[in-house]
Each structure stands twice: as structure tokens, then as C-alpha cells.
């Protein structure tokens, strides 16, 4: 197993035609590789590869990502599109292994976000969890402030003091999503 990281731009056709099929988004069903390596160009695409340099699993690096808490916007580097090509092999923990270790030996401020149903995955992965955090995280939808889907935040890589902000997220200190300038 190999693991590599690429930007957007520098993905092949058929890696792009891969990581939709992955990630199974069916908005995303008919996307090309010319606008797939736009729509993206703010990510890096963290890759775990076999010996002929197929996907085994994949994880997307959002740099355009920021929230606005108690009034201060602070920019993290976003984790998602965690998937594995196959499951129950070990791949999508052994990313996660690879990527965090990346992420803090790089010095990223990296955050993601999750589902309660997949919490014993990252427990399993030593994944720090903010439990029941995420849904104080409000986005902008047709000018409406709406409560995250998620539950939980992980933290990949987080200052101790980001992370105090972000373990103080109730129902009455929210986090808003903003888009970056």
C-alpha cells in the first residue's frame, strides 16, 4: 500500500471518475474531470493506493472552510469524504492513520465531522470526538440559519484552545459556517 496526497489539478481522468463513483453523490453523478478538478481546486485529496496505484480509500482536505464563533472567524482545514473502496478490510483506518499523522506533522488545524452511528469507527481510530458538538454549527440555506446534520466534531488536529471554543458549542453558543473571501 501506498500513500499519496495530490491537489485537484493534478488528478487523473480516471481518479476522478473514481472518487465519484466512491463517494456515490448522485448531484455529483455526471460531473467531468475539467469541472470536478475546479469545483475542488481548494482540496487536496489524501489517497491510499495498492501496488497497481488503484484507490483503496480516499479522504478529501477542504482548506475553504471557516466557522464564526463568539464573533472571531477561524479557519480550519476540513476532513470529509472519508471512503473505502472495500469494507471491513482495514483501509479507511489505516488512511485515517496515515492523514492524521500528515495533518500534525504538517501542523494543519484539521476538523471533521460525523454521524453518532459512525462514532466507534474513529473511537477505534483514536479520534478525538467533540460528542454532540456539530449540531450547534449552523449554515446559511436560502438565507436561513440551519442546524448541522452531523453530531459530533473530530479533531484531527486542533489547538487546545480552538478546541476549548469548540467543546463550549451549546444550543445557546452557536458556530456559524462562513464562506471564505
Request: with cysteine.
Amino acid at each position: 500500500m501506498k500513500y499519496q496526497i495530490k491537489q485537484a489539478k493534478d488528478l487523473t481522468e480516471i481518479e476522478t471518475e473514481h472518487i465519484l463513483k466512491l463517494w456515490n453523490i448522485s448531484s455529483w453523478d455526471t460531473m467531468k474531470p475539467d469541472y470536478f478538478r475546479m469545483f475542488f481546486n481548494k482540496s487536496e485529496f489524501h489517497l491510499l493506493l495498492d501496488l497497481h496505484e488503484n484507490i483503496l480509500a480516499l479522504i478529501r482536505l477542504n482548506f475553504d472552510f471557516a466557522l464564526e464563533i463568539s464573533g472571531e472567524k477561524l479557519s480550519f482545514a476540513e476532513a470529509v469524504g472519508l471512503v473505502s473502496a472495500y469494507k471491513k478490510k482495514g483501509y479507511g483506518a489505516k488512511l485515517v492513520e496515515l492523514f492524521r499523522q500528515h495533518v500534525v506533522r504538517e501542523n494543519i488545524e484539521t476538523l471533521g465531522f460525523c454521524h453518532k452511528e459512525l462514532r466507534p469507527f474513529y473511537e477505534k481510530c483514536s479520534i478525538e470526538l467533540l460528542y454532540d458538538k456539530a449540531k450547534a454549527i449552523k449554515e446559511s440555506i436560502d438565507s436561513e440559519w440551519i442546524n448541522s446534520e452531523d453530531d459530533d466534531i473530530l479533531i484531527f488536529h486542533v489547538s487546545e484552545k480552538r478546541k476549548e471554543l469548540l467543546s463550549q458549542l451549546s444550543d445557546q453558543n452557536n458556530a456559524y459556517l462562513i464562506t471564505k473571501e
